[in-house]
């Protein structure tokens, strides 16, 4: 990381804060007017000369001031922005206290906590469901829909509910798919889907267990009950974001768009992320997804006994409230990571 003098800390940082709460290139006499520094402004313009040279700053025309670079968020990130304390603290606990009956069902909490993290932040608020690997099978109920049909309720120890209509031999009976719901708890609950699915490809290769007609058909239900997208991602608050001066240019509105269309780009992004502690911030051009590297993501997993079932996030321009969106995460992911923890 660069290491910067205080003189040089303070300038890049009045300057970010500048650029976010004012989008137009920052001048020296605007940082020397608005922020305490005793410096003079030819001073400052050395100084942003400076961080220009480093990469921390750039300037879009000859006669107008400095904006941040990416590199110069990171550092300002990193080296001051995590210093400070967290923001909007009660009103943010104010909304999410509206979301604590909500717990049993995580893909529901998970849609309305989006969209709370969008009202709040003013960005595009996000939220990932557990993927395969850390969804637990509570149970499965299955029942008679008309001739040919079956409802196939899949619980999950994270409160999903899951629920799929499949389609069924005319002659299996109720009291029949009673029998096959009783073996597939018996034989997988407290699994996860992951683990079931490669249980049940030991199971279909044993011809023992396909002479049992019941059995066969009972394995074929799970197989075809546990197709549901595991890993949904929610996303609200696209019409808050295209408020934002950022996005005046129709091609980033565009791109933005197709990110959100194309669900797994954000997907495989979270999903590196989920393991991780704590609030983890990638800006712009460290993006390793061409399609997000003009925006900047903000992410915390949410745990239930020490194991992560879900991540809530936001993406915005990279000209992000940092603070801001750090402090509504941080608090996002602990609030629900606590109310899980008390089911």
Excluded at 118 to 145: C, Q, R
Excluded at 174 to 185: E, G, M, P, T, V
Excluded at 217 to 245: H, K, M, N, Y
Aim: aromatic share 6%.
């Amino acid at each position: 990381m660069l290491m910067l003098d205080e003189r040089s800390k303070k300038i890049l940082c009045a300057i970010v804060e500048n650029y976010i709460n004012f989008p137009d290139p920052v001048g020296s006499r605007t940082v020397a007017k608005g922020h305490p520094l005793g410096l003079s402004p030819a001073t400052i313009r050395n100084i942003m000369a400076d961080l220009e040279e480093m990469g921390l700053l750039t300037q879009p025309h000859t006669s107008a001031g400095r904006v941040p670079t990416d590199r110069g968020y990171r550092l300002y990130v990193d080296s001051l922005l995590l210093e400070r304390g967290s923001t909007d603290i009660e009103r943010i606990q104010e909304i999410y206290l509206n979301l604590e009956t909500l717990r049993d069902n995580i893909d529901i909490l998970l849609v309305e906590t989006s969209k709370a993290i969008s009202m709040v932040s003013h960005y595009l608020g996000i939220a990932m469901s557990p993927k395969p690997k850390v969804t637990t099978l509570n149970k499965i109920e299955l029942f008679k829909y008309k001739s040919d049909k079956l409802a196939a309720i899949l619980f999950t120890d994270e409160g999903m509910i899951k629920n799929k209509i499949l389609s069924l031999d005319s002659e299996i009976t109720q009291k029949d798919l009673n029998r096959i719901a009783s073996y597939l708890n018996s034989e997988f609950s407290g699994y996860t889907l992951d683990e079931i699915r490669l249980k049940i490809l030991k199971e279909m290769s044993k011809e023992k267990t396909m002479c049992d007609r019941l059995i066969s058909r009972a394995i074929r239900i799970c197989q075809e009950a546990l197709s549901f997208p595991f890993g949904d991602l929610f996303v609200s608050g696209l019409s808050e974001v295209l408020e934002l001066p950022d996005f005046a240019d129709l091609q980033k509105i565009k791109e933005l768009s197709r990110a959100i269309e194309e669900k797994h780009t954000i997907i495989k992004l979270l999903d590196k992320l989920a393991d991780l502690d704590g609030v983890q911030i990638i800006i712009g051009s460290e993006n390793s997804m061409d399609e997000m590297k003009k925006f900047s993501v903000v992410v915390s997993s949410c745990k239930e006994d020490g194991r992560p079932v879900g991540v809530v996030g936001i993406i915005g321009p990279t000209r992000m409230n940092y603070l801001k969106a750090i402090s509504i995460i941080d608090n996002t992911a602990k609030f629900i990571t606590r109310m899980l923890g008390e089911r």
